[in-house]
């Protein structure tokens, strides 16, 4: 089945500092990624649409110059929290569509997370 | 706006009893809907999709979802709930180009 891989899975940094996650489509190309945050107890909220070779669009509320992301290749993006302060503090989940897929399918796969700690 | 509502935050039910968690969708055409299953502090497992055909879909781990038109509901249930079964289950619809998902359910099954 179609694997997607974050890491780190845990970082702890000080505020002030940027922090890169990773997320990797292990067995199959995305051409596109999508960007989730997640607070505890609480839903998944889409920040950014990440296409291959492209600028990523980003949600309505979400700071662009924060929340730097990278889709550099057909298996890689990357998402940069920039400059960063306790209230980013989250876990931030990664998905992919294969290109592949069936328009129809619509399914995307999930990566396992990475919980950010701003202290 | 495609969004999707799961009326309850907790789902109680005692192992080996049937299991069901709600959800009710607000679409303009067709619903594209899905359940993903979470464990902490995990990423979403896939459990099963609605795209087109048989109203009632079979997913993994023995889960299944019934699309119902009527009462715009595609609810996550399972005849014999087993303790494991306990997690975080969203459910989501397709927007046109991510997934837009509901606040979540707790279900917890006990001994």
């Known amino acids: 089945g179609a694997v997607v891989s974050q890491h780190p899975s845990r970082v702890i940094c000080k505020s002030g500092t940027s922090v890169k996650i990773e997320c990797r489509s292990l067995?199959?190309?995305?051409?596109?990624m999508f960007w989730y945050r997640q607070f505890p107890k609480q839903s998944l909220m889409l920040m950014a649409t990440?296409?291959?070779?492209?600028?990523?669009?980003?949600e309505q509320g979400v700071e662009k110059d924060k929340f730097l992301i990278n889709h550099a290749s057909l298996t890689l993006s990357t998402l940069t929290v920039t400059s960063a302060h306790p209230e980013d503090s989250s876990f931030y989940i990664c998905?992919?569509?294969?290109?592949?897929?069936?328009?129809?399918?619509?399914?995307?796969?999930f990566g396992p997370g990475t919980r950010l700690t701003v202290t | 706006a495609q969004s999707v509502a799961q009326p309850e935050d907790q789902v109680n039910v005692a192992e080996g009893n049937p299991l069901t968690v709600k959800c009710t969708y607000s679409?303009?055409?067709?619903?594209?809907l899905f359940w993903y299953v979470q464990y902490p502090n995990r990423g979403l497992q896939f459990l099963l999709k609605?795209?087109?055909?048989?109203?009632l879909v079979k997913g993994s781990y023995g889960f299944e979802a019934e699309f119902n038109k009527s009462q715009t509901s595609f609810h996550l249930k399972k005849p014999s709930a087993l303790v494991s079964d306990s997690a975080l289950y969203f459910c989501?619809?397709?927007?046109?180009?991510?997934?837009?998902f509901g606040k979540g359910t707790s279900l917890l099954v006990t001994p």
């Open positions: 998905s992919a569509r294969d290109y592949r897929d069936w328009v129809g399918a619509y399914e995307q796969y």
């Open positions: 067995d199959f190309q995305a051409t596109t």
């Open positions: 990440s296409n291959e070779g492209s600028k990523a669009t980003y």
């Open positions: 679409v303009s055409g067709n619903p594209y």
């Open positions: 609605y795209i087109t055909g048989d109203n």
């Open positions: 989501a619809v397709h927007s046109g180009y991510a997934l837009n």
